[in-house]
């Protein structure tokens, strides 16, 4: 029988503090009247969310993995845009080549609107070193003990590495599978015959509509 329960993350001072920073960013009148407009701040702001509570998801991780089950993790991404956005990054400002997801995509957005660059500096030295880690590298570093495979959307250059990563979720070699919202679309990882361990899913991202929610 399936249960459901709402896990909170309790902000850290740290956490907290660093959220107004962002949010005393954004709300500078040059920042918010950028081409970027609202949806750029929509999506930081849901993906530093998303990093704060990955720690939180990695304990309940391993309170499943240690009691014998499976585990999986669902983002809406997998950060196979971010790793490009990345590289682009890496050629244009080799300075800023070890920025993480979040601080890349808020310097690429700044670069691409304009902004004098004494304000992307001064956004840089504020944030940078403080933003939290990307979600995928966080439970890879913290689960990698058990075996974490990624799965992708199925429509994508890595649909036959999708494949074998299920099988060998399935099987039990790898306990931990993490997954884009993409690849869960018709994706069955119930327990079968070679791999009988119960599932725990962790929704680290809600998807947009219900309907995908449901699936």
């Known amino acids: 029988t399936a249960q459901f329960r709402v896990v909170t993350h309790h902000l850290s001072p740290d956490e907290q503090q660093l959220y107004d920073e962002c949010a005393t960013y954004y709300a500078d009148p040059e920042v918010a009247q950028s081409r970027a407009g609202d ?5 930081f702001f849901a993906n530093l969310i998303t990093a704060f509570k990955t720690n939180t998801a990695v304990t309940r991780a391993i309170e499943h993995l240690e009691c014998g089950r499976q585990v999986l993790v ?46 992307l ?4 030295e504020r944030l940078f070193g403080r933003l939290p880690a990307d979600p995928i590298d966080v439970l890879r570093q913290r689960l990698g003990a058990w075996g974490v495979v990624e ?9 036959v590495l999708t494949q074998a990563n299920v099988s060998k979720f399935q099987r039990g070699e790898a ?29 680290l991202e809600l998807p947009w509509s219900a309907e995908a929610f449901i699936q």
Do not use: F
């Not at 949806?39 to 999506?43: K, P, Y």
């Not at 400002?93 to 304000?119: F, K, N, Q």
């Not at 799965?151 to 649909?159: D, E, R, T």
């Not at 990882?189 to 791999?195: G, I, Q, Y």
């Open 39 to 43: 949806l750029a701040r929509l999506r």
């Open 74 to 119: 669902t983002l809406q991404g997998t950060g196979a845009s971010a790793s490009a956005q990345r590289r682009e990054l890496q050629a244009q400002r080799p300075d800023l080549a070890h920025a993480g997801a979040l601080a890349v995509a808020t310097i690429r957005s700044a670069m691409r609107d304009g902004l004098p660059e004494h304000r």
């Open 121 to 124: 500096l001064a956004m840089a």
């Open 151 to 159: 799965l992708s959307g199925k429509g994508s250059p890595s649909a």
């Open 175 to 203: 306990r931990v599978a993490i997954l884009s919202a993409a690849a869960g679309q018709g994706l069955s990882l119930h327990a079968n015959r070679t791999d009988s361990a119960q599932r725990a899913h962790l929704l």
